[in-house]
C-alpha cells in the first residue's frame, strides 16, 4: 500500500528548475541566472519593508487595498479591476485553474515561459503550444491552435526565455481572432523594460474586452523578487472571480509595504530601466563580437546562440562560467540546448561575464 495517490498529472509533471543559485569557483558569486534586478529594489521599498516589521502579529490586508491604489494611481487604472498575488507566476497560475480544466487546452507559443505548460498540466487541461517564427510568438499559429476546447491563451510579452516581443498591432490581431469565451492572459512581466513605440503591455485590450487579463510583477524592474508580489488587471468579471477563488492573504504586509513604496520612486526606476538598456546593449555587443549573437531583447536580459544544437557546448560554457562563479541559464527545458539565458548584471558583473567567455572562446582556439 503506497499511500494516498495523487491526481495522474500531478505525477507526470516535470520539476521546474529556477536559476543556479551556487557557483563552483572562490570569487563572489555573480547571479545572472533568474532575471532579477541588477541595482535591486529602491531604498524606499526596503525602508518600508524593514518599518513593517513592526506589524508582523497581525494578518495583512487581504485585498492589498493601498497597494492596488497606489497601482491604479501610477497606470490609470480602476482599482477595482486589480488584484495582486504572491508573484504573477501564482496570479497566472490562478487564472489557469479557474479557467481551465480536464478536457480543456490552454494555448502558448513554442518557447513560451515554462510556468505556462507546467501550470496548464497541473490543471489537468492539455498544454498546446503553438510555433514561432524567428523565435518570436507567431500571432497565425496561435490562433490556428485555438480550437473549440481552448479556454486559455497565455502570452509572455516580452517572451522568457526569448526576449522578443509583439507588437500592439500583433497583439490586436490576436485578440480581434480569439473567440470572445476564450481568455486571454497577457504576461507582462518585463513591460517596464520595453522602450520600443510599438510595444504595449495590454492594458488598452483589457479596458475594451471582457476576455483579457493583463499580468505584472515587482520582481523585475523594481527589484522585489524575494518579497513576491504579481498583480492582474483585467475586467470586472474576471477579478470578482479570481477574489473568489483566491486565497484570503495572498500578499505579505512587508510586501504589500515594499511594493507601494517602490511605485513612489520613479527616480529609482528610471535608473533601473536606463542601466539596463545600456548594459543589455553593451553584452549583446560583446557577444556578438564573441560569435555568440543574441536574440533580439527587450528585456532585463540577453539569450545567446552559443553554438550548434546538439554540440552540447553550450552547456560546457555554462559549466566553465560556474567554475569562476558567474551563474547563466541553460534553456535545455526548451529545447534550445544550444543557447544561453544571460541576465543583466551591474557593470563589474558584466565585464567579468564578457572576461568568462572569452577566456572560453580563447581557449578554443
Ligand atoms: C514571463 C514571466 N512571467 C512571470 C514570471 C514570474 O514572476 P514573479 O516573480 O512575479 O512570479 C517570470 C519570471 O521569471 C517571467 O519571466
Redesign the pocket.
Known amino acids: 500500500m503506497r499511500g494516498p495517490e495523487p491526481r495522474p498529472e500531478i505525477t507526470s509533471l516535470p520539476l521546474y528548475v529556477p536559476g543556479a543559485t551556487r557557483g563552483t569557483g572562490e570569487d563572489p558569486v555573480i547571479k545572472l541566472s ?2 532579477e534586478s541588477a541595482l535591486g529594489p529602491s531604498p524606499e521599498a526596503l525602508r518600508a519593508y524593514r518599518e513593517y516589521a513592526e506589524k508582523l502579529r497581525l494578518y495583512p490586508d487581504t485585498g492589498c487595498h493601498e497597494l492596488r491604489h497606489a497601482l491604479a494611481e501610477r497606470h490609470g487604472l480602476e482599482t477595482t479591476q486589480i488584484v495582486c498575488g504572491n ?4 496570479v ?1 497560475h490562478a487564472l489557469t485553474l479557474l479557467y481551465a480544466g480536464h478536457g480543456d487546452e490552454v494555448v502558448f507559443s513554442e518557447n513560451g ?1 515554462l ?1 505556462f505548460k507546467l501550470g496548464a498540466i497541473s490543471c489537468g487541461a492539455t498544454p498546446v503550444s503553438a510555433k514561432e517564427v524567428k523565435h518570436t510568438t507567431s500571432v497565425d499559429a496561435l490562433l490556428a491552435s485555438v480550437t473549440d476546447r481552448t479556454k486559455v491563451v497565455l502570452l ?1 510579452n516580452p ?2 526565455p526569448t526576449g522578443t516581443y509583439v507588437p500592439t498591432g500583433e497583439l490586436e490581431r490576436l485578440w480581434a481572432g480569439l473567440p470572445p469565451t476564450v481568455l486571454l492572459v497577457i ?1 507582462s ?2 513591460a517596464e523594460f520595453v522602450e520600443s513605440a510599438d510595444y504595449s503591455s495590454g492594458e488598452a485590450l483589457v479596458g475594451r474586452s471582457e476576455n483579457v487579463v493583463m499580468t505584472r ?1 515587482f ?1 523585475k524592474a523594481y527589484g522585489l ?1 524575494g518579497v ?1 508580489v ?1 498583480w492582474a488587471y483585467g475586467s470586472e468579471r474576471v477579478i470578482e472571480t479570481f477574489n473568489r477563488a483566491r486565497l484570503p492573504f495572498p500578499v505579505s504586509g512587508a510586501a504589500q509595504a515594499a511594493g507601494v513604496a517602490a511605485l513612489q520612486d520613479e527616480a529609482h526606476l528610471r535608473a533601473v530601466i536606463g542601466h539596463n538598456t545600456k548594459a543589455r546593449d553593451w553584452v549583446a555587443e560583446q557577444m556578438r563580437d564573441l560569435g555568440m549573437p543574441p536574440l533580439p531583447s527587450a528585456t532585463n536580459f540577453n539569450t545567446c546562440r552559443v553554438s550548434e544544437p546538439g554540440s552540447g557546448l553550450a552547456r560546457t560554457v555554462m559549466e566553465f562560467l560556474t567554475s569562476r562563479n558567474i551563474l547563466v541559464r541553460p534553456l535545455d527545458a526548451y529545447g534550445l540546448d544550444n543557447y544561453l539565458r544571460i541576465t543583466v548584471g551591474l557593470d563589474s558583473e558584466n565585464e567579468k561575464l564578457i572576461d568568462g567567455f572569452s577566456a572560453f572562446v580563447g581557449r578554443l582556439s
Open positions: 533568474s532575471n508573484g504573477s507566476d501564482q497566472v515561459f510556468r509572455a517572451n522568457n504576461d512581466a518585463y510583477t520582481s523578487a513576491r504579481g
